[in-house]
Structures are given as structure tokens and as C-alpha cells.
């Protein structure tokens, strides 16, 4: 990645078909038509509402930073020019945090959208921490992003279709679950906890059950069921309070 530079940018028109709309910062999926047939109405009814964002490369011609469905729809309607923000200089970094911001800002991506653009430049060699700060989130969560990035196709899928969440997948993958186990009979997905049980109790076997019986000596024995260590203590907490009813019991029946 270059360093940033200081550039310029100016508000002007220009020509559409110096543009060029090789994709390189398109982080939004096109998924259907419907998108772009929205824009073009919108375009026709009232005119292009916002600019462009460009950046100069040579001579007359700009890349595209942010803009593809206003640029798509304009060329379907015929029209020449473009109103345009264009920057003299801009690094590879600038761009793609402007390109970031300008998606999430206007409309979120989707969960598919982040785990394919999170790959996408981690692949071509944008650091961690920096794509942590482009997208204005944790670097562990980033982390997350490109593992679930290198999903099995049918759980990328599913991510696409969103039937289910990044989170989702991912603890899906850790915990080796199926497919089925991650969508569930109506294959609407699971949630995170959902998931988190089906793991417990596929898991071994527990060595023990919550007990309590009194002593000959009149001493109160008990045991604790033993549970994962994942981090999850609700579970244990539901043993601890089934514990304290049962020695409130006790308590009640020897006062007597």
C-alpha cells in the first residue's frame, strides 16, 4: 500500500466515459437488477442527487472510488456527463478508506459484503490494523471476518443469502457444525446461543450430576455438574441457584 499523501479535490462535471469502473474499490454486491432500476428512476425523476468520487490516474481519465450504481444507472440513460468530486492525488490507503466510509455511511454493508471486502484486501496486502480502522471496528473482529471468509462454499452461501450472520458461521466453525445445524429445520439460521447449545450437548458426557444428600454424621454433601469451559457460565449459574434452593429447603425442614 503507497503512504497517504495530501491531495486536492474539486466539485466539477465530467465526462462519464472517462471513468473508469474497474471495480477496485466495489465493496457493495450488486445481487439483482432491481438496485440499479431503482437508481435509474431515480436518476430520470430528479437528477443525479449526489457526486461521485474519483481520483485522477493519467491524462483525462479518473477511477472510479465511489459511485458504481449512480455511474451504471446514468450510462443506461444515455447521459455524458457526471457530477464529480475529483481528487488530483490519492493513495491506494485513502482510497479504500474513503470508499469504506462512503458505503457504510450511505447504506450498510451487508454481512456478506464485509467478509468478501475484508478478504479481498487482506489479499492484496492491507494490514490488519488498518482495515480494522477503515471499517471502524476491532482488529479481532476483522480476524473473525477472514475466517469466515475461508467458510466451506454452502456456509458462504448461505452468509450471501442472509440466512445467517458472520458470528453465526463463525462459531459454526469452531464448534465443527454441519450445515443443517447452522440453518436449522427452516433454514431461517440459528443463533449464536442456539449454536452454542447444540455444541454443549454433542460434547462429552458429563462426569456428574447436581447431587445433595445429607451425611450420617448430619453433613450436607453435593457435587456440581461439570460444564465446558467456553466461557459460557449461565449454565453453571443455573446449577449454583438449583444448589441454594435446595439448601434453603433443607434449612426450612430442620428449623421446624
Known sequence: ????????????????????RDGVFQYRSERDGKEIESMITSIRTDGQLQPVIVRAVE?????????????????????KTVRAVVWSEMSDEQAMRVAIA???????????DKV????????????KQKLAEAFNVSVRTCERWIVVSKAPAEFQRALADDKTT?????????????????LGGEGRGRSVRALQEISRSKGNPTKSKTLLRTGRDGSIVFSLRLMPDDGNIAPLKKEVN?????????????SK
Open 1 to 20: 500500500m503507497s503512504k497517504p499523501v495530501h491531495s486536492k479535490a474539486e466539485s466539477c462535471e465530467i465526462e462519464l466515459l472517462r471513468v473508469i
Open 59 to 79: 491524462e483525462g481519465s479518473y477511477q472510479l472510488i465511489s459511485g458504481y450504481r449512480r455511474t451504471a444507472a446514468m450510462l443506461a440513460l444515455g447521459m
Open 102 to 112: 462512503e458505503n457504510t455511511v450511505r447504506e450498510s454493508l451487508s454481512e456478506w
Open 116 to 127: 468478501k471486502t475484508a478478504r479481498k484486501l487482506r489479499e492484496s496486502g492491507v494490514e
Open 166 to 182: 458472520i458470528q453465526a458461521v463463525y462459531t459454526a466453525l469452531q464448534q465443527k457444525l454441519s450445515l443443517d445445524q447452522l
Open 242 to 254: 438449583k444448589l441454594l434452593a435446595k439448601l434453603q429447603q433443607i434449612e426450612m425442614q430442620r
